[in-house]
């Protein structure tokens, strides 16, 4: 099982220029989102995360490589795990209950809280609609072949977890897992930073989460 320690950012918080928070991620560890326990076509985008806290918020921001990029849906809730889509799954402590929040390249933002993929309740637009975003495409070369490059800075007020009464993450303990998935790309596929050992495809086990700590 993979750890994760989450550094502390004491200079930002939700309100401060996001662009100047995804430069600072671009400092801290990248993560690779690159096991593939369901390989439908061969194909692997290259995916990494890094992941930072503030006082009150989360930071993520995703990099991804992809031979294709799609971004159809554009309103909270819609099913972006269609479109060029990453995610990020959360559990505090030993709760069995999860936060699961995947955004396509656009920034849009689908949530639910539940213990399972079918046991699921998606939560209040207006909590997503306090989440920010800024996304960035560009070209890439990768080795001869045209990929398209872009990169998901988010900014996750702990407000967001409505669900649970969150004031500090300082010390905090939970288990996550971070995803890349594409259902209806040209060439789906299903990337995850810890492993999944199921037949089925199926990010919503929360036995396969990596255990994750937040600096205090």
């Known amino acids: 099982m993979k750890e994760l320690t989450v550094p502390f950012l004491g200079l930002v918080n939700k309100v401060s220029p996001i662009a100047h928070v995804s430069y600072l991620l671009d400092n801290y560890e990248k993560n690779h989102i690159g096991m593939t326990p369901w390989s439908v076509n061969g194909y692997k985008p290259d995916a990494h995360f890094a992941i930072a806290f503030g006082e009150d918020s989360i930071f993520i921001k995703y990099y991804v490589s992809e031979k294709s990029v799609r971004a159809i849906y554009k309103q909270p ?12 799954f959360v559990s505090f402590g030993d709760e ?8 396509n390249c656009a920034g849009t933002c689908m949530l639910g809280f539940g213990t399972s993929r079918t046991n699921r309740k998606l939560l209040p637009e207006a909590a997503i609609r306090t989440i920010r975003h800024q996304t960035n495409l560009k070209l890439v070369d990768s080795g001869g072949q045209g990929s398209i490059g872009w990169e998901l800075t988010l900014m996750i007020p702990l407000a967001v977890f409505c669900n649970h009464s969150i004031t500090s993450l300082n010390g905090r303990q939970c288990r996550v897992n971070f995803h890349k998935c594409g259902d209806e790309l040209p060439d789906p596929h299903f990337l995850t930073w810890n492993n999944i050992k199921s037949a089925d495809t199926n990010f919503h086990l929360p036995e396969f989460f990596g255990k994750m700590q937040f600096e205090n």
Request: aromatic share 30%; glycine share 10%.
């Open 77 to 88: 809730n819609e099913p972006v795990y269609k479109d060029s889509c990453v995610e990020f």
């Open 96 to 103: 069995k209950g999860y936060y699961s929040f995947g955004f």
